[in-house]
């Protein structure tokens, strides 16, 4: 059975503000499924676009120390 987080859940486990993610579902960066009101992200979906968005960091960290500790937040969610 697939396992989905709600977009608040998601937003905690980044960090992030929920609307964040909003915005990033209008755009299509997130796969998701809006059963009425709500929209719900399928696990394998949250895994896919964090894993992303840690390549970027780590190829950007190079150039600034600072995301170090932003992209070693994103490997404990995937690695959770």
């Known amino acids: ?37 709500s929209w719900l992200i399928p696990e394998k979906e949250a895994l896919k676009w964090t894993a992303r968005k840690v390549n970027v960091r780590m190829r950007l960290q190079k150039k600034d120390p600072k995301l170090l500790l932003a992209s070693e937040k994103l490997k404990d969610i995937i690695a959770s």
Do not use: E, H, S
């Open 1 to 37: 059975m697939q396992k989905f987080l709600t977009v608040q859940q998601f937003a905690d486990k980044l960090g992030v503000n929920r609307y964040t993610i909003y915005k990033r579902l209008k755009k299509g960066d997130i796969k998701a499924v809006q059963p009425g009101l």
